[in-house]
């Protein structure tokens, strides 16, 4: 099992993704999270009119190992003392409701990142990190931002990677490589057909590949050897890859290098003190 929350922020951002009979026992589950934990497949499948074969089948959905992963995860998320819902931005808000909002928002975007992330996936991509030759990280639009971060943070410990955010140059870079190289998609829906396709040529040099998405099976999931998701940050009116989706991007983006850093320490503070060294040389006054 990889984690004990996040079962009910899974079942909100796919519910509407889920074939008719498990959706109406994901939607069961949401309206009434507490009693759900407490029944069997059978019951479960009896009073969401369905059957305990139909829950068996959400579970594998949602990408749980089975109805007692995801009432563990439900039992978890339970235990929160406080819920935060996300908050829409009003016309003509006052600038401290705004500033309350956002903090809100993206506190709630990072807290469901970190519920939903697995584990073993993450140990997947550490390791999977640690042995490349090489590492690319492609992203399109406010995507790239995170891709970019990416870059700066892994190239100051000494790791040979690059950004693309120009899908030519992407494609004439992955066809150089192989498997022991890394390609890493970072897409918000999963679905940007220049992010998915590059994957696909990835796959075909069989060189390692990672995705970073919402939750969900999307189109580059067939072409991720490894998955990590973010959380699908609820923005309604300013669904705007600049805000929460960005920040989790990024949140899972730190995650990936401090757990690097952490596997490699000694040789990490040591690339680290190089790197600050270097750039004490750069503002050096002749």
Do not use: W
């Amino acid at each position: 099992m990889s984690h004990s929350k996040g079962g009910l922020v899974i079942l909100r951002e796919m519910v509407n993704s889920l074939a008719p009979s498990e959706k109406k026992i994901a939607e069961y589950i949401l309206r009434n999270p507490e009693a759900s934990i407490h029944l069997t497949a059978l019951k479960l499948g009896e009073v969401s009119d369905t059957s305990s074969a139909a829950v068996i089948r959400l579970c594998k959905s949602l990408g749980f190992s089975g109805f007692q992963e995801l009432k563990i995860r439900v039992a978890g998320d339970l235990r929160e003392e406080e819920v935060t819902d996300y908050r829409d931005i009003e016309p003509n808000e006052g600038l401290e409701a705004i500033i309350d909002k956002v903090t809100t928002n993206t506190t709630q975007t990072l807290k469901e990142t970190a519920d939903m992330m697995s584990i073993a996936n993450l140990e997947k991509a550490v390791e999977a990190l640690s042995r490349a030759k090489s590492v690319i990280f492609v992203g399109f639009g406010a995507s790239y931002i995170a891709a970019k971060d990416a870059e700066q943070k892994f190239l100051r410990i000494n790791k040979d990677v690059q950004a693309i955010s120009d899908v030519h140059m992407a494609a004439t870079s992955i066809a150089n490589k192989g498997p022991e190289d890394v390609v890493v998609g970072i897409s918000f829906s999963g679905n940007t057909p220049e992010a998915v396709k590059l994957l696909e040529l990835a796959k075909k040099r069989k060189v390692k590949t990672l995705s970073i998405t919402k939750y969900g099976s999307t189109l580059i999931s067939p072409f991720s050897d490894i998955q990590l998701h973010t959380s699908a940050a609820k923005e309604a009116t300013f669904r705007s890859g600049a805000t929460s989706s960005r920040i989790a991007q990024l949140h899972v983006i730190d995650i990936l290098f401090i757990s690097l850093a952490s596997r490699e320490y000694d040789d990490t503070i040591k690339r680290l003190d190089e790197t600050r060294e270097a750039i004490a040389f750069l503002k050096e006054k002749k």
